[in-house]
């Protein structure tokens, strides 16, 4: 069933109107591949204008649940579905639309963009995932005592210079324009044994991972197994943590304009006495 869906989706996104090779304007979606429930993202599309002279027309979203085949813009709360645009020859512009998903809504969205110019128009199409944040893994489903010291937070980096680095704390709901670097910074205090600790961030649509690059800044584990790094979660094991200190890093750029749930990040020890610290559940703004 899933791979019939994808060829759908595939087939789907190739069908456009006669002459479509010579519209005027080419449209294509900048969107990420899933959101959250409770998201209120802007779809972001681009416009490019390929002709010798202005163009003026009009953009009509659409929003169908993949499953049920029905339109879902009612309860989508799709602002803004029909928009007018004016592009001068040669110019390239983005247009977005900002909508709200339900809080209890899961699975797969088609879109369908449609654009039309004086008597002629062409169709754009997609789809993206809505996605459970509450989803965890078997392992980090147990019973743990919160008694961990430490915490974890939201940093904006703004490089100054290659020798000047500004960090910010990110609070909830402040506001972070898309590319801004951002850190998500975890700090613990191991007490008298040797621990373990399994690391589970789910990640936001709107935070995206920038490389592979994990920098401790304080301790350092005998020995680090990470999983692949996916666009919904990353999760990494820190064997050997001697008492002390540790400090570290992800880093990831805001990518996509909208407000976006930031899900509970977990970490989990368990060799000397099984313990959880967890983050509350927020929102990040990205314009």
């Known amino acids: 069933m899933r791979t019939c869906l994808l060829l759908l989706a595939f087939v789907w996104s190739a069908i456009t109107t006669a002459g479509h090779s010579q519209f005027s304007v ?6 990420p591949a899933f959101f959250y429930p409770g998201d209120q993202p802007k779809l972001q599309f681009l416009l490019a204008n390929n002709s010798g002279s202005e163009q003026t027309g009009n953009l009509q979203l659409e929003l169908f649940d993949a499953v049920k085949k029905q339109p879902v813009d009612g309860w989508f709360y799709n602002q803004l ?44 199409r997609g789809y993206f995932d809505v996605r459970d944040a509450d ?8 019973e743990y005592q919160r008694t ?9 980096v703004n490089k100054q210079s290659a020798k000047s ?33 399994l690391v589970l961030l ?6 995206q991972p920038t490389g592979n690059n994990v920098q401790f800044k304080k301790g350092k584990p005998t020995s680090i197994v990470q999983k692949s790094k996916s666009d919904t979660a990353i999760s990494m094991m820190l064997y050997g943590l ?46």
């Open 202 to 207: 789910p990640l936001s649509a709107g935070l």
């Open 135 to 142: 989803h965890q893994t078997e392992a980090a489903q147990q």
């Open 148 to 156: 961990m010291k430490g915490g974890i937070g939201l940093i904006a």
């Open 26 to 31: 080419a449209a294509s979606a900048d969107l």
């Open 242 to 287: 001697a008492p002390g200190p540790y400090q570290w890093d992800y880093p990831f750029t805001a990518r996509y304009p909208g407000e976006f749930l930031v899900p509970s990040c977990r970490l989990l020890l368990f060799n000397a006495t099984r313990r959880e610290y967890r983050t509350a559940t927020s929102s990040i703004l990205i314009d």
């Open 81 to 124: 579905a029909n928009q007018y645009f004016t592009l001068a020859a040669g110019e390239r512009n983005a247009v977005r639309f900002p909508i709200t998903i339900p809080n209890l809504f899961t699975g797969k969205v088609f879109w369908q963009l449609t654009v039309r110019i004086d008597t002629t128009h062409q169709l754009v």
């Open 165 to 197: 680095v500004v960090e910010q704390a990110i609070t909830a709901f402040s506001t972070q324009p898309v590319d801004q670097p951002v850190v998500l910074r975890m700090a613990i205090y191991i007490n008298q044994k040797m621990d373990s600790c």
